[in-house]
């Protein structure tokens, strides 16, 4: 919208580069170009502004397919005003000199040209497809027939607009239809979703299996090697038990030997002790049987002394001297000793 300042009556008009300025004064063309500026009074003016720079208009209708679904379309048209003088003389491009602001709606005649002439066009393609071909392949046939049916509208270039590009947004069909429609694709996924989960278990449980196998080839190995190892214990065992009793007999044989042998030399002394004292008893005896029993007595007096305390002097009576010289068969004496 252009910029319009007043002073002492005047008015001062200032466009934008993107703007064209119509200005008709008493019904003559006065100015006429983009982002020009000019005083003016506005009791006698009549300006028009057309844009020039692109516009995007962004449409969405509904249509029917071949099999009586109903699809929305969106879709995005780009156009730009080429020709502003023919395009302010087919529509209402004027605007309030005071204000600057359109008096009419002349861009929402422009959509309503262009979204009714796309409408047709695309209703024209959508009537001949079913709903699965214009799900799948209807966005592509329905941009190109709109830009064609655009470039040979005769009203679009009398009217001075040149449509830039056509843009099929999406072909959408209704919410329940839209779900029943992806019932089967979500089936299919979660069937092959299910199938990847199933395999992945099947998986998981294989190897929970060989690792299970492994385990038990291994406990099975560890109690072979076990039962092994017992009986190698009891073999070492035995041979332990072997060898120590063996030993136990070679010990007890040796002490046997030994004590035996101890005993007979004991024997052979106590014999050997015995005949030497008996030997010597029998000498002995000889000897107390061939000695006069005088002296018998005099060697058993002189033993008795022996272990006698020590007597210094002993006093005889006459009787006793007398007696025991009559058993000594000697005479009788009253002396001292």
């Known amino acids: 919208m252009a910029d319009i300042t007043r002073r002492l009556g005047w008015r001062h008009l200032r466009s934008a580069p993107t703007a064209h300025i119509r200005h008709h004064r008493h019904g003559r063309l006065v100015h006429d170009g983009r982002g020009i500026g000019f005083w ?9 502004e057309v844009p020039v720079d692109d ?3 962004a449409m969405a209708f509904h249509a029917r397919t071949a099999d009586f679904q ?6 995005t048209v780009t156009y730009r005003i080429s020709d502003p003088a023919q395009a302010a003389d087919r529509l ?15 861009l929402e005649q ?9 409408q047709q066009h695309a209703l024209d393609v959508l009537t001949g497809i079913p709903l699965a071909d214009a799900l799948a392949n209807g966005a592509a046939r329905v941009r190109e027939r709109v830009a064609a049916g655009l470039a040979a509208e005769p009203r679009l270039p009398a009217t001075g607009i040149d449509v830039v590009t056509v843009r099929v947004v999406a072909i959408r069909p209704e919410a329940e239809v839209e779900r ?5 694709a979500r089936e299919r996924i979660q069937q092959e979703a299910d199938r990847a989960t ?7 449980v294989e190897r929970e299996r060989a690792i299970a196998e492994n385990e038990l080839a291994s406990r099975i190995e560890l109690a072979r090697r076990e039962e092994q190892l017992v009986e190698q214990r009891g073999t070492n065992s035995r041979r332990e038990a072997e060898e120590e009793a063996a030993a136990d007999g070679v010990r007890a044989e040796a ?4 004590t035996t042998r101890l005993a007979r030399a004991d024997a052979e002394a106590t014999r050997a002790k015995g005949a030497a004292r008996a030997e010597a008893q029998a000498a002995w005896l000889r000897a107390h049987g061939e000695t006069d029993p005088a002296t018998l007595h005099a060697l058993a007096a002189t033993r008795a002394a022996e272990n006698l305390p020590r007597i210094d002097s002993v006093t005889l009576s006459p009787d006793v001297l007398g007696a025991l010289l009559g058993r000594l068969g000697r005479p009788s004496a009253g002396t001292d000793a």
């Open 70 to 75: 109903d699809v929305t379309v969106q879709a």
């Open 110 to 118: 422009i959509a309503t040209l262009l979204t009714e002439t796309a």
């Open 180 to 184: 029943a429609l992806r019932t089967p």
């Open 255 to 258: 002490q046997a030997a030994r």
């Open 92 to 106: 209402d491009f004027s605007v309030d000199p005071d204000t600057g602001t359109w008096r009419g709606t002349p």
């Open 198 to 204: 199933y395999e992945r278990r099947a998986v998981a």
């Open 40 to 48: 003016y009074r506005s009791l006698s003016a009549a300006l028009s």
């Open 55 to 57: 516009r995007e208009l």
